[in-house]
């Protein structure tokens, strides 16, 4: 096979995985190129944050002439190891896994070794984007502040093109050796947890872990250099060879570089084999089981049209992890805010204490006389988890091409939304349920104010996702390659985050003008339950209209 023809499969699989086609087709060029633009802009602040903080740490070792520059350049590099390890483990699984072209690539001319170079050849590209996104400013402050002389450049040039390859690596032969575990290989739910977990628990590690220096070996800041690029060696082998020769600024580095080179050449012979026996030809050997294997017929049950079409939402919602996890809205951020605030609280040593500064707060007077406001805004801020959920934003975007289906069904097209609306109901209940429950130890109201909160929050809840499908009935994405593109990339999912961030804000300014004229406690209450059920009116009217128009969406 010519390199030409191995360049095609290669820019095939990066048209595929990074979904660029969006940039090529003209009628999506300009909407693929308005939501880039869009994404950067709201990224950029805080990209420019992480720089001009390496920038200040060099600097700070600079003027004052410690020793730290090789540490510094050297964590930044373990760091940015560790992050491509964990975000090629979602990518890697997704681009051997999710893709579904394999049956159309292996009757092609190219040898399944190939077929693996090309997938990971595109996950590659991607790493080094992100790795290089958070290294590139630290390597250029190292060599601008004349930690390294301009002829060590070539060095950390070629440091970071190697850079995401052992990482990548290991994160493929993992993924492989999971896949090919029987019973929960081939699980998506055991893979979207279990990533999810892996980022999570891997992320505050990073944060922790790396930052952290053992106090008995900060008079030897050569001993800690050393342990940091063992540590990491130990655990990524061959990785310590580019540390080696990022730290070291005489010719020596390029002895350094050159093992690396070395072994990372040898990391990409050993994935490519490991691939093409466990890879392709499990897949191959699955193919064959699955044509000899019969389907399975389930029983019918009779019911009413709506319990069917809720029923039946709800088996295609929990049968795909990317629409639940998705879904799960804000909720998820609440064992994220627990763990930070605990280790918040550790490090320092208690001077943290922002439960306690709320029981002081809750005890005062300010909090007697404002209770009933309190009350309005708990129900109000803890809808607002699940108001951040794409389950409901992206209900019809997910069955994509499936929808016909449901245009073709002799059924009221209202009753398919109701339908879709009490099934998500079913499945964010529970999640707000058990947020208040959490809130209710820590917040001490009666227990009829605490009813008012389940009761509000829920009518919140019912509007915001009654908004939200029908901004899906009238728009829905219909193209993607995989569910995850259905609900991550979707503009419906921030149009009705959009509409729910004004429904919230208006009633927050309602809460501001009833706090502002002393309104009785009773109106309050009133006041607060009443807007939030015309809001509940008018986004189902508005669903019903958008249902009416949901027979012309031409799929």
């Known amino acids: 096979m010519t390199s030409a023809a191995m360049l095609s499969l290669i820019r095939v699989q990066l048209l595929t995985a990074l979904n660029l086609n969006a940039f090529v087709l003209k009628e999506k060029r300009l909407k693929a190129w308005l939501a880039t633009l869009g994404m950067a802009l709201c990224l950029t602040p805080s990209y420019l944050m992480i720089v001009a903080a390496q920038f200040r740490a060099f600097g700070f070792i600079k003027d004052t002439g410690l020793p730290l520059a090789p540490g510094m350049i050297v964590g930044l590099y373990a760091g940015t190891l560790w992050m491509v390890f964990l975000a090629s483990l979602a990518t890697v699984y997704s681009t051997l896994y999710q893709s579904n072209e394999l049956g159309i690539l292996l009757p092609l001319p190219y040898r399944p070794w190939q077929i693996i170079a090309a997938k990971l050849a595109a996950v590659y590209l991607l790493e080094l984007f992100i790795g290089g996104v958070f290294l590139v400013p630290g390597l250029f402050a190292y060599y601008a502040y004349g930690f390294a002389p301009l002829a060590h450049i070539p060095v950390g040039l070629v440091g970071l093109a190697l850079m995401p390859v052992i990482p990548l690596s290991l994160s493929t032969v993992l993924c492989m050796l999971i896949a090919n575990v029987p019973g929960i290989g081939r699980n998506r739910w055991f893979w979207y947890v279990g990533i999810t977990l892996a980022l999570v628990v891997g992320t505050l590690l990073l944060t922790s872990g790396l930052s952290a220096l053992e106090p008995e070996a900060m008079d030897d800041l050569v001993r800690v250099q050393m342990a940091r690029i063992g540590r990491v060696g130990r655990l990524m082998p061959g990785a310590q060879f580019a540390m080696y020769a990022l730290a070291d600024t005489r010719w020596t580095a390029w002895l350094h570089q050159v093992s690396h080179l070395a072994i990372v050449v040898a990391y990409i012979l050993g994935a490519l084999a490991f691939g093409e026996r466990f890879y392709i030809r499990p897949i191959l050997q699955g193919a064959n089981v699955a044509r000899r294997r019969h389907g399975r017929a389930e029983s019918a049950r009779a019911s009413g049209v709506l319990g069917s079409i809720v029923r039946k939402e709800l088996r295609c919602t929990l049968r795909d992890p990317a629409v639940v996890m998705n879904g799960l809205g804000g909720y998820v951020a609440l064992p994220l805010l627990a763990v930070t605030y605990g280790m918040m609280k550790v490090q320092s040593k208690g ?100 009813a008012y909160v389940v009761l509000l929050s829920e009518v919140v809840l019912l509007w915001s996702a009654a908004a939200g499908l029908m901004i899906d009935c009238l728009r829905p994405k219909l193209v993607w390659k995989d569910t995850v593109q259905a609900v991550k990339q979707n503009v419906n999912v921030l149009l009705a985050m959009g509409f729910t961030s004004i429904g919230i804000g208006l009633n927050a300014l309602g809460l501001v003008i009833l706090g502002r004229a002393d309104a009785p406690s009773w109106a309050v209450y009133t006041c607060g339950l009443a807007f939030n059920i015309l809001l509940l009116g008018v986004a189902l009217l508005g669903g019903k209209s958008a249902s009416r128009r949901f027979v012309r969406v031409s799929v």
């Open 351 to 450: 001077k943290v204490d922002i439960l306690g500064q709320l029981y002081a707060w809750i005890q005062s007077d300010a909090f007697a006389r404002r209770l009933p406001l309190v009350v309005v805004g708990m129900a109000l801020s803890l809808a607002l988890f699940g108001s951040l959920s794409s389950l409901f934003s992206a209900s019809y975007s997910k069955d994509g091409k499936r929808l016909w289906l449901e245009k073709s069904l002799p059924l009221d097209p209202y009753t398919i939304y109701l339908g879709k609306l009490v099934a998500g109901a079913f499945l964010i209940t529970p999640l707000n349920l058990l947020a208040i429950a959490v809130f209710a130890m820590i917040v001490p109201f009666y227990l009829w104010q605490w």
